[in-house]
C-alpha cells in the first residue's frame, strides 16, 4: 500500500538517522563546548508572535491552525523569532551576552516539485549581547569550526552586509516605487535585469556603475577596497570583521560578498551563507539582527546563525566520496 | 585552519559549462570558440551528452549538453556552474534560484499569441464563453499574460507542435515562441500580441558564483568583450 505524505516532508530510515544523529551530536557538542546552551521551544507558536518579530517569517509559515479559543497558530518558520520571545521572557534580569543553540526542526513554504523541504531540521547559535563586529566574529569562527569538527573541509562562509542595499539605494536616492524591484533584481543577481533599471533610473555613470557592479563584487578582502562612495561604510565594518576573523584563524574560509542579501527581513548588520562546493545550495546562513528583540521588549544587539543539517549531511557525504 | 583546507582544493576553479542543444547550440558555440576552446569535439558528436578535458580553454573543465529547459534545473541544482538558455525558459521557471549574469544578445525571438489569420475565436469566446483556450508549450507565460491583461484563459498544455492547436478547433489561440513567423504563417497563423522578447542568457549556481568567482568573472569579462 502506498500511503501518501505531505509535500516537502518524508521519513528518515536507520542509516540515513544515524548519520543525522552523529551530524547533530557533534554540532551540538561544539555549541555547547563554546557556552552556547540548548534550548527547546514549542513547535507552535501564536501568529501574532512571529508577525510581531518579522511579518515575512509569519508569512513563510506553512501549516497554521485554530487552537480552543480561534486564536491562529502556526508551526514555526524560522528559530531565531522564537529566541527573540524567549529571551525577552525568560532573560528579563539576566546580563547579557547569552548564548543559546538549538537543534529543531522549522516548517516554512517551498515552491513544489524543486525537492525541498518543507520541513526541515536546523542546528542554529545565537549570541545575545555582544554588538558589531566582535559578536559576528564569534558566531562566524564557531559556525566554521564546528563544520570542521563535523568532517567538511572545503566549507566556506560567505559574509555581506544586510543594510547595504537598502542604505545604497536610499544613498542614490532611487524613488520608493522602484526599489522593490531593484531589491528584487538585487537579490536574485539578475544582472541583466539590473542593468537595464539603472539604465531607466538616470543615475550618474558612477552611481549605475557602482549599482551593477554590487551584486558581483565577491572575494577575499580585495574586494572590501573595491567598495566606494556611499557602500565604504558597510565595507569598514566588514574590514572590522575581517581583522577579527583573520586573528581567529577563520579568514582564508571567508569570502566576503557585497550583494548577499538574506530573505527575511530582520537582518540590520552583517549576513551570512554558507556553502560546500560539493553542494549547489547554501548549507545554511543569518546574521546580525539588533532590533528583534526590542520587537519584543529588550532591545539588545544580537547575531546568529543556522544549518540546515540535511544539507550539511549531504555536504559532508559527497565530501567523503571524493576523498 | 588544519593543512587540509590550506592545500590547493580540486574543482575549485575549474568550470562545468551547460549547453543548449537545439536552435542556441550553433551560436554558442561559436561564441566558445571565439573565447579559444576547443568545441569541434562537441559540434562532431551529437549524441554525446558530457565532454571533459583539462584543455577545453576559458577555465572550462566540462561541457554538458541537453535540451534548453533542463539547463536551469542542472545549474540550480550545480549539476553545471554555468550554462546558456533562452529567457523564454527563465521566464518559464521564474522560481528556479539561478544568477543572469549576461544577456548574449543572441537566439533573438518573441513570445507571442497567434491565431488563424482572418478569425475572431478568441475575441469570441472571450465576449462569449468568458474564457479564451489557449495551447502553449508555456503554461507559466501564459497563464501570467492572460492574467496581466485581464482575461481568463483556459491553458492546454502540448508538447509537441503548437500550431496544430487552433486548427483542429482545439484552442481558439496558442501562445509561442517566432524567430522569424515562418512556421506559424506556413500553418495559416498570424501574430495577434507580443508578449516578451527573449534572446540567450548566461546563468550561473549561486554558490558557484561565489566559490569559483575569479574562473566566472574572466569567462563573462570575455564574452562581454566580444560584443553581441
Not at chain 2, 496581466?148 to 481558439?172: H, M, N, W, Y
Amino acid at each position: 500500500m502506498i500511503h501518501p505524505l505531505p509535500p516537502g516532508t518524508r521519513d528518515v530510515l536507520p542509516t540515513e538517522m544515524r548519520e543525522l544523529r552523529t551530524l547533530s551530536d557533534r554540532l551540538r557538542v561544539s555549541f555547547e563546548g563554546a557556552g552556547f546552551g540548548e534550548v527547546w521551544t514549542p513547535l507552535v507558536e501564536y501568529e501574532e508572535t512571529l508577525r510581531r518579530g518579522d511579518d515575512r517569517a509569519a508569512r513563510a509559515g506553512v501549516y497554521r491552525m485554530f487552537d480552543d479559543r480561534g486564536r491562529v497558530l502556526v508551526l514555526r518558520s524560522d528559530m531565531t523569532v522564537s529566541i527573540a520571545r524567549l529571551v525577552a521572557t525568560r532573560y528579563g534580569g539576566v546580563q547579557p551576552p547569552v548564548r543559546l543553540s538549538y537543534l529543531a526542526h522549522s516548517y516554512r513554504a517551498v515552491e513544489r516539485g524543486r525537492g525541498q523541504a518543507r520541513e526541515f531540521l536546523q542546528g542554529g547559535l545565537e549570541l545575545i549581547g555582544p554588538a558589531g563586529a566582535g559578536g559576528d566574529a564569534e558566531v562566524v569562527s564557531l559556525v566554521l569550526a564546528a563544520l570542521e569538527e563535523a568532517g567538511l573541509r572545503r566549507h566556506r562562509i560567505g559574509v555581506g552586509d544586510g543594510s547595504l542595499v537598502r542604505g545604497l539605494l536610499a544613498e542614490l536616492e532611487v524613488p520608493e516605487d522602484r526599489r522593490g524591484t531593484l531589491l528584487e533584481h538585487l537579490s536574485r543577481r539578475d544582472l541583466v535585469a539590473l542593468e537595464v533599471d539603472a539604465e531607466e533610473l538616470g543615475l550618474s555613470p558612477g552611481a549605475r556603475d557602482l549599482l551593477v557592479a554590487i551584486p558581483t563584487l565577491r572575494g577575499g578582502p580585495e574586494v572590501l577596497d573595491r567598495a566606494e562612495g556611499p557602500v565604504a561604510r558597510s565595507a569598514e565594518g566588514l574590514k572590522a570583521l575581517y581583522e577579527l576573523l583573520a586573528a581567529s584563524g577563520a579568514a582564508e574560509r571567508t569570502i566576503f560578498d557585497l550583494g548577499l542579501v538574506r530573505e527575511l527581513g530582520y537582518y540590520t548588520g552583517a549576513v551570512f551563507e554558507v556553502y560546500d562546493p560539493a553542494v549547489g545550495f547554501a548549507l545554511g546562513g543569518g546574521g546580525r539582527y539588533d532590533e528583534l528583540l526590542g520587537r519584543f521588549g529588550t532591545p539588545l544587539p544580537a547575531c546568529g546563525i543556522a544549518l540546515d543539517i540535511q544539507r550539511v549531511h549531504a555536504a559532508q557525504a559527497a565530501e567523503e566520496r571524493l576523498g | 585552519m588544519s593543512a587540509a583546507s590550506a592545500a590547493p582544493e580540486p574543482g575549485l576553479g575549474a568550470l562545468t559549462l551547460a549547453v543548449p542543444r537545439g536552435a542556441l547550440f550553433s551560436e554558442t558555440l561559436d561564441r566558445l570558440d571565439a573565447l579559444g576552446m576547443a568545441t569541434a569535439e562537441v559540434r562532431d558528436n551529437p549524441r554525446r551528452l558530457l565532454f571533459s578535458g583539462p584543455d577545453l580553454g576559458a577555465g572550462v573543465e566540462r561541457i554538458v549538453t541537453m535540451r534548453p529547459s533542463d539547463v536551469p534545473t542542472y545549474v540550480e541544482h550545480g549539476a553545471a556552474d554555468l550554462g546558456v538558455t533562452g529567457k523564454d525558459v527563465l521566464l518559464e521557471a521564474p522560481s528556479r534560484e539561478v544568477y543572469e549574469l549576461l544577456d548574449l544578445g543572441y537566439g533573438g525571438c518573441q513570445m507571442v499569441v497567434a491565431a488563424r489569420t482572418g478569425d475572431d475565436a478568441m475575441e469570441e469566446s472571450l465576449r462569449r464563453l468568458g474564457v479564451a483556450r489557449i495551447a502553449t508549450k508555456y503554461p507559466g507565460i501564459a497563464t501570467r499574460h492572460f492574467a496581466a491583461t485581464g482575461r481568463q484563459a483556459e491553458i492546454v498544455e502540448v508538447k509537441g507542435s503548437v500550431e496544430l492547436a487552433p486548427l483542429t478547433g482545439l484552442v481558439d489561440a496558442i501562445v509561442d515562441l517566432t524567430a522569424t513567423g515562418r512556421t506559424l504563417v506556413e500553418n495559416g497563423l498570424e501574430v495577434r500580441e507580443e508578449i516578451v522578447g527573449s534572446t540567450a542568457r548566461l546563468i550561473a549556481n549561486p554558490v558557484a558564483h561565489k566559490l569559483k568567482a575569479p574562473a566566472i568573472d574572466a569567462l563573462v569579462t570575455s564574452l562581454r568583450g566580444l560584443g553581441r
